[in-house]
């Protein structure tokens, strides 16, 4: 597959999101529209831009890449992820809303106190850069083997082009243009997995019925893993229950996915949103785990050596570009591009929503859409776009691992705190000890990585995705421990 194609493909596809951009906010550009569309997204939309901001091109690659070790075995995850967004449906949306909050870390003041705000809205703003850093990456890396090596450009170019990109359609319009990108985005995504499909059979010479026989029978459909729950992070367990809780703490607790969500007219609509973008979630992550199975069956037919490859993530890349026709190269190209793109532009939207909202207190300016407010937050939206290149710089120094383990094993760290405070804040009334939740927040995941790291050797248990949960349980009894109890009565 030509790089020169290839790059025109992508440079065509940014031309198209600037273009919406343009129209979306050459009649509003204030700070209102950016932050929360002026609450007045259409659910529908909504819930089906979200399916591509929550997979992102880590489902997308790494997802496939991984069934050849673990089989279906993610799909454990996707069940427990299931019942996190089914929570935050049913919970966290109506507490949000009854409070009618711009950025959801505000609860935290209103129920703890200031340091315990802060710390949230920063444990926020540190997890989403990473978490998107390791998105980007991801695609950075595809984009740097298949088409800019050809022209020796630098990765760190590659990956300033791509933010520059993302920040042109985006730091006009804000949430309000990426509620409509985001469904183009989610379209090319849903397309792409299922012409993927389609491709892949055919030159396996499978029809519909034989393609799904063979995924059936393969040996990588595997799903239910239930053997060794001391020594394995694959348990049945250990996945449904951490995904329950990642769910939770990267849905329900980050400004991003929560910030389109209360862009809905009421909380009816945004549940309807949620529970519907749950159930296409689901279906969608098993036409991936699909794919993957394909991507083997197919290397192992034509003889290519997975085995050769850094690492399993540029298995899909490797096929698509480089094994099929230049249709389903560019199908691939359009999926991979669509699932990175409309995670990181809501990230820096969500990112520079947050530091405004929560450290520039914005909400309690007189008039929160002045002209010197609005130029304040372009400049945060450049800052955070300069700091993601940094991180994935670094990221790439350090990385040996497929990013959809190193994602979900960073969050364990990132979020546990979050879930912590929140869990505290809601579960019981008592006060807390302010001016040390900082410090809790930073002890918390630094005991969680003693516990991780000698679990085995001291206990033989192997800590997987639920690592999460112990960083939450470690900063909640922190809390409770330095708490006090108080006559305050709440309805938080």
Not at 225 to 230: I, L, P, Q, R, T
Not at 353 to 365: A, Q, R, W
Not at 480 to 486: A, E, G, N, P, V
Request: net charge positive.
């Amino acid at each position: 597959m030509s790089p020169g194609i290839l790059l025109t493909f992508i440079i065509g596809y940014f031309v198209m999101l600037i273009v919406v951009s343009y129209f979306t906010s050459r009649k509003s550009s204030d700070n209102s529209t950016f932050f929360i569309a002026n609450r007045n997204s259409k659910w529908y939309l909504v819930a089906f831009g979200m399916i591509g901001t929550a997979l992102s091109g880590v489902t997308f690659i790494s997802v496939p890449g991984a069934v050849g070790t673990g089989g279906f075995g993610y799909f454990q995850f996707v069940l427990g992820n299931a019942v996190g967004f089914i929570f935050i449906a049913t919970v966290l949306l109506p507490l949000y809303y009854r409070m009618n909050l711009v950025s959801i870390y505000t609860y935290l003041e209103k129920r703890l106190g200031f340091w315990s705000y802060k710390s949230g809205a920063m444990i926020f703003l540190i997890s989403r850069t990473i978490g998107s850093a390791f998105r980007l990456y991801l695609v950075g890396i595809v984009l740097q083997r298949f088409i800019f090596d050809a022209w020796n450009v630098p990765f760190w170019v590659t990956i300033s082009l791509c933010l520059i990109l993302i920040w042109l359609y985006t730091f006009k319009g804000g949430l309000k243009t990426i509620i409509i990108t985001d469904t183009l985005q989610t379209t090319f995504l849903l397309l792409s997995v299922v012409l993927s499909i389609i491709f892949i059979s055919q030159r396996l010479d499978l029809n519909i019925a034989e393609t799904f026989e063979a995924v059936k029978e393969s040996s990588y459909s595997k799903i239910f893993f239930w053997e060794d729950f001391m020594g394995t992070t694959s348990h049945f367990l250990k996945q449904f229950i951490g995904g329950i809780f990642v769910t939770i703490a990267m849905t329900g607790l980050d400004q991003d996915l929560m910030q389109k969500n209360l862009s809905c007219k009421n909380i009816d609509e945004a549940k309807k949103n949620m529970l519907t973008f749950t159930g296409i979630f689901v279906v969608i992550n098993i036409f991936f785990l699909s794919v993957g199975a394909l991507l083997y069956l197919f290397a192992a037919q034509n003889n290519i050596d997975v085995s050769a490859m850094k690492t399993p993530d540029y298995l899909f890349p490797e096929i698509a570009l480089n094994h099929l026709n230049i249709i389903p190269a560019i199908i691939f190209m359009a999926g991979l591009t669509a699932a990175t793109f409309a995670t990181t532009d809501s990230a820096l939207t969500a990112l520079t929503t947050s530091f405004c909202i929560d450290f520039l207190n914005f909400d309690k300016k007189k008039d929160q859409n002045s002209a010197k407010l609005v130029r304040t937050r372009h400049m945060v939206h450049v800052v955070f776009s300069v700091l993601m290149l940094l991180v994935i710089l670094g990221f790439r120094v350090i990385n040996d691992d497929s990013v959809v383990k190193s994602i979900f094993r960073a969050a364990g760290y990132t979020y546990g705190p979050l879930l912590g405070l929140f869990a505290f804040g809601m579960l019981t009334k008592r006060g807390v000890t302010d001016k040390l939740v900082p410090f809790i927040c930073i002890l918390s995941p630094a005991l969680c990585w003693i516990l991780d790291k000698y679990s085995k050797p001291w206990m033989g248990y192997a800590i997987g995705f639920e690592l999460i949960i112990y960083n939450a349980l470690i900063t909640y009894l922190l809390l409770l421990l330095s708490s006090r109890s108080t006559k305050e009565q709440t309805t938080f």
